[in-house]
């Protein structure tokens, strides 16, 4: 049983920061990716920033220079820092961690609110 516990989200003010993080714990597999999914009212759930074992980070072109996603392999935790928030960053964050080669496997966080106030 695989469990991704989230933390930090909250209420801003558009330019301020918050930190996600995000612990997995549970049996799994290694080498996997560790991502930060993001889902507003009435749209489709996008990715924000993802990041491998080995280090390799990608990132959605409306956060990029903005939020940094980091891990820690040991304690396979990860955390999205957000500086400069926007109004349209309002959303409930979902953790995920995913493996795509055998053994595979998904697995979502049960999503923390991030609203940013203008």
């Known amino acids: 049983q695989v469990q991704l516990v989230e933390s930090g989200g909250g209420l801003v003010q558009a330019g301020g920061s918050l930190q996600l993080s995000c612990a997995a714990s549970?049996?799994?597999?290694?080498?996997?990716?560790m991502g930060w999914y993001r889902q507003a009212p009435g749209k489709q759930r996008e990715m924000v920033a993802t990041?491998?074992?080995?280090?390799?980070?990608k990132y959605a072109d409306s956060v990029q220079g903005r939020f940094t996603i980091s891990r820690s392999n040991p304690e396979n935790t990860a955390w999205l820092q957000m500086n400069a928030l926007k109004p349209e960053d309002t959303a409930v964050y979902y953790c995920?961690?995913?493996?795509?080669?055998?053994?595979?496997?998904?697995?979502w966080g049960q999503g923390t609110q991030v609203t940013v106030s203008s």
């Open positions: 995920n961690i995913r493996r795509t080669v055998t053994p595979a496997f998904n697995h």
């Open positions: 549970g049996q799994y597999y290694s080498n996997f990716v």
């Open positions: 990041i491998t074992s080995g280090g390799t980070t």
